[in-house]
């Protein structure tokens, strides 16, 4: 089904969009804060991504499936 697939392609492109974004804003935002900005490397920005990435997927399995 080319829906099926295009609702793939554009989760797994906007997943690494996602975390590249998270990537490099999280620490940035931390630096801001005042706060270090290793804690953002690991873990945080890992399941900030995987949050938003998940979000993203059902989302546009909602709209074009």
Do not use: E, Q
Not at 9 to 32: K, Q, T
Not at 48 to 55: I, K, S
């Amino acid at each position: 089904d080319s829906k099926l697939a295009l609702c793939i392609a554009l989760a797994i492109s906007g997943g690494m969009l996602v975390a590249a974004v998270v990537g490099m804003a999280l620490p940035n935002l931390l630096r801001l804060m005042k706060l270090d900005p290793s804690f953002a490397a690991g873990p945080m920005a890992l399941a900030t991504a995987d949050m938003l990435t998940l979000l993203l997927y059902f989302n546009l399995a909602r709209w074009l499936l």
